[in-house]
């Protein structure tokens, strides 16, 4: 994986082997990054980043200044991971959480202005995703919520959904509060 923007642009990570992970791609993940610093002043926001697994996103937007960036996950190897690169090259806005994403969604107080989702492709409850994301009301107003999907799924249907952008097999579907 490699940063494709801010003070860590071309760094390269090389995430173990053994982590259960299926990094964005630096493709789609250049893309999206490209549509959100459409709208989106990053040093004035607070990420969430869902599924984090090896932190690629996470890192990317702690390279560009976000002002806040939670990472949750629930494999301890990537945690630990993740601890280590944020250690290495001091991303002090990142703060890691060892949750469920879904119970940490359920218990948050917090409200962010990016969520970014990755779950892994055969988890059959992805659409609850915006579904929680709405009914918890996790978004601040101008906010997004983007689910990284299979492009086999269809998101159109969950609540605040505005559109999908489609890279190869893999989609992003964008909601809005």
């Known amino acids: 994986m490699r940063i494709v923007g801010g003070r860590l642009k071309g760094l390269q990570f090389h ?16 893309a999206l990054f490209n549509i959100l610093l459409n709208s989106y002043d990053f040093e004035a926001c607070k990420i969430l980043d869902l599924f984090t697994g090896t932190g690629n996103i996470s890192i990317e937007f702690a390279s560009r200044e976000a002002a806040s960036i939670i990472a949750v996950d629930k494999h301890p190897a990537c945690i630990a991971w993740l601890k ?7 991303l002090h806005s990142i703060d890691i959480r060892k949750a469920d994403v879904f119970k940490f969604l ?14 892994p492709y055969d988890l059959p409850n992805i ?35 505005v559109e999908t952008r489609k890279y190869g097999y893999s989609s992003f579907s964008f909601f809005a509060p």
Do not use: C
Not at 15 to 30: G, Q
Not at 84 to 90: D, I
Not at 137 to 142: F, I, P
Not at 143 to 149: C, M, N, S, T
């Open 127 to 161: 659409p609850l995703l915006p579904q929680l994301v709405a009914q918890h009301r996790l978004l601040n107003d101008g906010g997004v919520l983007v689910v990284e999907h299979p492009s086999m799924l269809k998101l159109n249907q969950q609540p605040g959904y």
């Open 84 to 90: 280590s690169v944020k250690e290495k090259h001091q």
């Open 106 to 119: 359920g218990q948050t107080n917090e409200k962010f202005d990016i969520i970014f989702a990755d779950p």
């Open 15 to 30: 995430a173990p082997a053994k982590l259960p992970v299926r990094p964005t791609t630096d493709m789609a993940k250049e």
